[in-house]
Every structure is written in structure tokens, then in C-alpha cells.
């Protein structure tokens, strides 16, 4: 029989090495549990407001309210652990406590708080970042990158050496150029075929140019091209052609390239013109049809939420959406959502306010 003191140094001793115990052995399994389970909801949520966000806006031109943006600029999660242990021990005749005690229990509790900081944009910035022209460098980002350039150029692409795309054709006075199309086609072809790239040159040259390469087998075409966009053929021998490309407006000197490109509004209001809007929509502006530049998108509207959407959003006691299975629109909302998502002159805007969110599990 031991002593009571002595019994008490032991139960604290035996706490002691538990909680030990429990927390060395959940150190080498938490931190990447943490991550596992953290990284994933984290870049999903973010993801997923960030869509409907940019689609609300897209509906908020439709009804001619005012869009806005704010991103996430941070997120810092704080995870803290704690763990618990206790021990009971019987004192007096073993009859007396004989299977009523629990020999160990433990606990481990985890803390998280995370702080979220956003980024609004507001004033000139948000004017820059609706307003401003697509750069040179994000268009040809998007060409060199795109499956299908045709719808690219359809979008980002108002005029290229005065042959125009316009937002909202409208005939006799407004029309899209036939030669628009014929040059976006064979561009396009060119593409595919790894002969032709959109490029920032270098060396003796600056700024950014079309680079047609390696084109023997389709000189035809190349002549073509180059014949649409009003660019002195020069001898096709077999060496790489190289034409300078400006973001200008107006007609291009001699051997260039000039493009007009949309800005990010342009796409938002063009976009808002395809909402499928019923005749009972209060509000709703009267937009007339886009051009090329919305081929393939299609928003639908409802009173009920859908089931099964790639992106929706309610606004104005409707609901607004893509079909999850309409690929055209799905690839188009995905062109607009990374030109939104690209900080207006390639800066970063910093967060103006920090929200602590705590949670416990």
C-alpha cells in the first residue's frame, strides 16, 4: 500500500509521460494531415467564390449595376494542438474500486485560426483593371497556349490592320470583316501545324512579333496570311519571317501588324449579352446581339437553383449559370476568368482588410 503523497507524485507523473506521449506521437502524422486536408477546401473555396464572383459581375452589366472586385489577397492558418491525459487510481481494498476505473484516458484537441486578408479594388485601380486593353503579353500568352486560338482571337481581338471584329455588329454600319475571319482561320491553321508562334523578340529586335518558321510545305498558306493582313510578301525561301505586331489603333506602317484588343469590361458586357433573360426579368438591360466575340457562350437563367452547374450564382432573386456539361461556355467562362484574374499592370494590390476567422474541430 503506498502512501497517499506518493500515489498523488505518481498519477502526475504517469499525466506527464501520457500527454507526452500523445503529443510525440501525433507530430509525426498532423502537420501533413493538416496540409492533406487544409490545402485542398482552402483552393477550393477560393476557386469557387472567385467564379461566382467574376459570373455576378457578368450579370450586374447585364442590369446595368455596378461590378467590383475583391480578391483574396492571403490566407495564414494558425493550427495549435492540445493534448489531455488523466489517470484514476483506487485507494483502499482492491474490492472497494475493482473494475469501476479507467486506468488512462487522453485527449488531443486542434485549434485552427486562419486569417484571410482581401484585396478590393477600387478607384483608379479597378478603372485600370476593367478599362485597360489586354497586353500584348497576355494575348499572346493565351494564343500560344489555346486548343482552339480561333476563339482567342474572336474574344480578346476587337481589329487587327483595320479589319474589324466589332462587340455588337450592327449591319450595314457595323459588320465583321470577312478578311477577320479568313486571317484568324489561317493563323490558326498555321498554329497547329508548330509553324507559326506569337513571340516577344529579342536582340536587334524589340517589342513583340509573328514568327512564321519551317512553312516549305505550306507556303501557299503563308502567302495567304500574309497577303490578308496587307504585309509585303517577301521571298519565300525558307528562311524564318519575322513581323513586328503593336497594341495600336489605326492603320499599321508599313511591314507591321497593329491589334486592338478588348479590355476586360468589353468581355464582361459582351458576355452579359448572352444571359438567357425571361420576358419577367425587371431591370434587365436591353443589350443587341455580340458578335463572334461570344461564340459558344451561353448563360442560363432560373428561379431555382440548378442541380448541376460549372459555375452559378443568385442575383436579384434569380439565379444565374453555365451547364456543367456545355463545354463551349465552360471554355469560354474559363478565358474570361483568367484575364479577370490578372492583376491590372501586372501588379498586386495590397490587402486592405483582415478578417480573423476562428474554428474549432
Not at 485600370?128 to 482552339?148: D, K, P, V
Not at 487587327?160 to 466589332?166: A, F, H, S
Amino acid at each position: 500500500m503506498f502512501g497517499t503523497g506518493k500515489c498523488r507524485r505518481s498519477a502526475r507523473l504517469m499525466l506527464v509521460c501520457a500527454g507526452s506521449a500523445v503529443v510525440s506521437g501525433c507530430t509525426s502524422w498532423l502537420g501533413p494531415d493538416i496540409i492533406r486536408s487544409g490545402r485542398p477546401a482552402y483552393n477550393s473555396a477560393i476557386v469557387a467564390t472567385g467564379d461566382e464572383q467574376l459570373l455576378q459581375n457578368v450579370v450586374r452589366t447585364r442590369f446595368h449595376d455596378s461590378v467590383g472586385f475583391l480578391t483574396v489577397a492571403s490566407v495564414t492558418a494558425n493550427v495549435s494542438v492540445t493534448a489531455s491525459a488523466s489517470v484514476q487510481a483506487g485507494f483502499g481494498p482492491p474490492s472497494s474500486y475493482a473494475a469501476n476505473l479507467v486506468p488512462f484516458a487522453g485527449a488531443l484537441t486542434t485549434e485552427q485560426n486562419p486569417i484571410i486578408s482581401y484585396a478590393p479594388l477600387a478607384g483608379d485601380q479597378l478603372l485600370q483593371h476593367l478599362g485597360a486593353e489586354t497586353t500584348m503579353e497576355r494575348a499572346f500568352l493565351m494564343l500560344n497556349s489555346a486548343s482552339e486560338p480561333e476563339q482567342i482571337w474572336y474574344m480578346i481581338v476587337r481589329r487587327i490592320n483595320n479589319l474589324r471584329n466589332p462587340d455588337f455588329p450592327d449591319p450595314p454600319l457595323l459588320t465583321v470583316d470577312p478578311g477577320f475571319e479568313q486571317v484568324v482561320a489561317t493563323a490558326s491553321f498555321l498554329q497547329r501545324l508548330g509553324v507559326l508562334h506569337w513571340v516577344q523578340l529579342a536582340g536587334n529586335l524589340s517589342g513583340y512579333g509573328m514568327v512564321i518558321h519551317s512553312y516549305s510545305p505550306n507556303t501557299r498558306e503563308v502567302e495567304r496570311l500574309l497577303s490578308l493582313l496587307g504585309v509585303q510578301s517577301p521571298m519565300l525561301g525558307g528562311n524564318d519571317i519575322v513581323v513586328p505586331v503593336h497594341l495600336s489603333v489605326g492603320s499599321p506602317a508599313p511591314g507591321t501588324i497593329a491589334i486592338e484588343t478588348r479590355s476586360l469590361f468589353d468581355l464582361l458586357r459582351i458576355a452579359g449579352a448572352t444571359i438567357d433573360v425571361s420576358p419577367d426579368t425587371s431591370g434587365a438591360g436591353r443589350l443587341p446581339a455580340p458578335g463572334p466575340a461570344a461564340s459558344g457562350l451561353r448563360i442560363r437563367s432560373g428561379s431555382a437553383q440548378p442541380p448541376d452547374a460549372r459555375v452559378a450564382t443568385q442575383y436579384r432573386g434569380k439565379w444565374y449559370y453555365i451547364d456543367a456539361d456545355d463545354e463551349s461556355s465552360k471554355e469560354w467562362f474559363t478565358v474570361l476568368q483568367l484575364l479577370a484574374g490578372a492583376p491590372a499592370g501586372g501588379g498586386s494590390a495590397a490587402p486592405l482588410l483582415t478578417i480573423p476567422v476562428t474554428g474549432r474541430r
